[in-house]
Structure formats: structure tokens, C-alpha cells
């Protein structure tokens, strides 16, 4: 902050003034006093755990939603269980009917489900996958000399 | 052909670059024309800034830590080793445990360490304190949370050091908290700088002299520590003078990985281009963040915006671009004004240093900032 004294004839002074004419003219300054003072409450009822707790939720929030972005095709797939796990049933009240080891074997000659078992044993194979990689991203047990070089 | 890229370190700069290259280069990625590898001794990934807050309770060491897995793309790879030399000339790294990896482009952000063993007051018979790792943050914590009397001394002992405003704003916030606890008359706070004002920033020397004086601190500049006398705790500078203490924080200077000197990439920091990043002395490699000789701050906003760049830079090398984007040497860096207020200061090469007004939402700004630091070392905002 500058410790000088305002000087009222400056260029500056009067851009000021003239701004906040215009606000005034246009209602625009009654909505700020406004808003100031819902900051001013905010200021008042915010504290450091707050802050900090909330945006600690939204962080997590951003980060599903960033891995989403990076995967479309998931989002595609994640739409079409989505779809079919409303086509399944309405509620548990209304849930199928009770399928036993021979129904299951009837319900394998059906080619909807079929193609449902190729998708769950696709599904299968990749969930081993990408528990095969993680883990070794997930390694800490690597040990490395502990001298720097 | 593949193109290797590799990064060096997993700290701020590393996960960033890795990060952002491979959304720039999601085509090339998935086509496999392209491969991006992290190489880090630590599997985890450190945000720094947060051992700040850790003397006053504020903040736990596990907040500053998360699996670096969790936070760099799947399309990345994770190598958990140490790099010992680089061949800039045959264009390959040795590794500690995994043998030699070669490269395309690299980039180096290896940070910068304390150099505790050569700074007067720490190694094997100092009882200095500082908070730039977690143990000595919580070793620190112990010490405040059973100092009711004495002097505190905060010495900036060694230059150059990571984040300059840390030194002044532990002393605000030392000032704040002894207050708040009303504790502060039984407590005298000095605050020691080696050069003839307050801060080697002129506008945060000139933003602390009033505050100062206000908060009864002390101040003694021109204060080049030569040894510190653990055993009657004084500290005796290169100028003659002494200055007894009760409790030291003291911080220390930084060095690079001696791997820098050893691979010909500079004589202590690396010596790199300030607007291209590129590396003075080979080609294909740049540097970012702290363990760069950039005439501005050990920043992590430096770090940040510098991994923009470098990224701008290698995707257009690998598209066969001529690479156009600079590093104009942007700095922010959050000052924390003590009792529940900040400012913040920013400048770049060409716009000298600005402190802002403080204002309680600038210190909520830099808790939040904290927190949303996740989503920027993942590669958004
Ligand atoms: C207490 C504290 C408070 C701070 N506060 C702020 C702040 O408020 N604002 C701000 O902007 N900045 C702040 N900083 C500075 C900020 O943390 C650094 O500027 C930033 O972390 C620099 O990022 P970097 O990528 O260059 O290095 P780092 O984040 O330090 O990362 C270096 C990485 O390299 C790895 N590594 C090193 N050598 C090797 C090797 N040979 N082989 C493989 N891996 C290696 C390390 O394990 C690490 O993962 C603060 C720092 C500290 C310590």
C-alpha cells in the first residue's frame, strides 16, 4: 500500500468517481453492497477446519470425475449397466423370479444372456489385469540404497 | 518409432509434466507412438508446503503424503529407483537396482534438499529445528507445544532456500499463535537475515518491517551464522556479533542431488535456457522446478507453470513442430500474515514483485490451495 496522500483532481481519482457513478446509475452498486455483505457473513462463519474439510471433499469429487474424463469408454460401458440394471428390475419388491443351478443352465441357451456372459468374463479377465499392474504400482517394498548418489 | 520420454522425480514438477504430456499426447499414447516414464526414489508423492503447519498442530506429516500411483495417469509408467548418472551423449540413465534406461527427452525435477551437515546449528551436535521434512516438522511441534518462556530465534541461515516466504511467515505465524495461547509476553521472537534488509524480495522486506515492529519482533540483519555453540546456545555470526537463544529455528541452505554436477548438467544447480527450460550443456533434456538455476524462487508455482511449458515443448518436438511456448519465469507464493490473514506476492522475468493487501480470504485461498494441490499434480487447473 502507498503511503502518499490521495490527491482529488488525480486521473485516477476521477476514473474512480466516474465508475462508480455509472454503478450507482445502473442499480449494479446496490447488488454489490449486497453481495459484500453476504461475503462479510461468509468471513464471519468460515473457519480454517471448514475450509479445509469441504474442499477436502471436493478434491476427492474432482478426482473421480478426472479419472472419468480420461476414460470415455468406461463411461460408455458404465451407461449401459446403468440402462440394464434399470431394465432388471423396478425395485427388490419386484425383483426376477428365484433362478436355481438348472434354470441357470436353461437361462445359458438364451443369447442376450450370453452375450451379457461374454461381456462379465471380458470384465473378469481385465479386473485381473489392472490388479496385476496396480499391485506393482502399488509396490513399496522396492528397496533402494538408501545413500544418495 | 516409440519416443521415450522420461521424467526424473515424482515431487511437484515431475508428477505435473507426466500428467499434462499425456493428455497433450493422448493420440500418441494410445497408438503407442509414445512412451512416458517416471523414474522416482520415492513412491510416494510429497507435497511440501503442507510440513509448514505441521509444528502447530495444524496439519499431520500422512496429509503431505499420498502413493504417487494415485495420483499419475495408468498410462504412465511407475519406476521406483534412483537414477545415479545421466549419459547425456549416449542419451540412456543408470538406475540404483534396474540397470540403464534409455531416453528420447528427458526431464529432470529432482527439487533441491538441505544440506543440514554444512549448515551451522544442525547436523550431529546442533539443536536447531527446522520443518522441511516431516520428522524434523514434528520434532519441531514437541518443542512448541512445551515452550511457555524464553527467546525464539528464527534464523534464515543458508541461501538459497525453498519457498522464500517461509522464513517470514513462520515468524507471523510464531507471533500469532504465542498470542492467541497468551503466551507472547514471556516470549521474545527474533528474526535473522544474512543480507542488510529483512528479505532478498525488496517488496517482502519492505511488507515485514511494519509488521514487524508492530508485533514487537525483532529483527537483525546482516546475520551470517559462522558456528552455533549448542551447549550455551548462542550463535556467532561471521560479522562478530552473538545472539544467545532458547529455542533455534533455523533455515538451512538448499543443494541439488549431486547427480547434476556428476552428469555435466551444471556445477552445482542445472543450467538450463530460462525461457525453453532446455539444458545448456545437452541436448533433449530439460529441467524444471527447484533443482533448476532459474533466476526466480524454489517455488512450487515455478515448478508448476515451468512443467507447462516443458510439455508444450516435447509435444511439439514429437509432432515435428517447432517447439513456440516460453517460460515467461511466473511466480506465486502465498504469504502468510499470521492471526488468520494472507497475502500473496507474484511476479515473473520481466514484472517486478508485488505484496497484495492481506485479507482473511487470501488465508483461506492458501488452505484451500492445499487442499486443492491434488487436482493440480493430477494434471487439472
Ligand atoms: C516446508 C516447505 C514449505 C513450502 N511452501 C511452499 C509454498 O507455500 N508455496 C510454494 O510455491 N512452494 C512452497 N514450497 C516449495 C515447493 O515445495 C517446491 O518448490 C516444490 O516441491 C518443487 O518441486 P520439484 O518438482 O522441483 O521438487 P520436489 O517436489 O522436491 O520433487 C523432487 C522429486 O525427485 C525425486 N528424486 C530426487 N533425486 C532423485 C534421483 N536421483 N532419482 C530419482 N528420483 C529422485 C524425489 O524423491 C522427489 O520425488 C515449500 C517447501 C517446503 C519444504
Redo the contacts with the bound molecule.
Sequence with gaps: MSEEPIDPDSEAVQHALETLVELEETGTLDDLADAANLVSLASEAVDDDMVRSTMRAMVHAGELFDTAAGEPEALRNLEVMTAALSETAPDPATAPDQVGMIGMMRKMNDPKTKRGMGFLVQLLHELGDQLEQRAHRYDFETEIETER? | MTHDIVI???????TVTANRLRKKLQREVSGGNVRIRI????PEH?Y??T??YVPWGESEPEDARRPLADLVDRRVELIYD??THIDTSGKSLDLSENGSMPYDYLVV???AMPDLDDTPGFGPDGDGHH??DAEAAMALRQELSAFDEGHLVLSVIGTPH??P??PVEFTMLADSRFRKLGKRDDIDITYTYPLPRLHSVGPVAEWAEPRYAERDIQTQTMFNPETVDSGNSVIHTVEGTDLEYDLLVGIPEFEP?P?IAKSGLGDTWMEVDKHTLESDHAEDVFG????TNLPTS????V?HYAAGTVVDRIAALVRGHEPRTIFEGDTI??LEAGADEGSHISFDYETDPVVRDQSEFVHWAKFAYNEMYWLTARGLA
Design positions: 548418489p | 526424473v522425480g515424482g515431487g511437484v514438477g515431475g523414474v522416482s526414489d520415492n510429497v511440501k508446503p510440513f509448514f534412483r537414477v525435477a529432482t527439487g520443518f522441511y525453498v519457498c516466504a517461509a542431488s547427480l524444471i522446478g527447484d533443482v524454489k517455488a512450487g508455482s515448478a507464493c502465498f
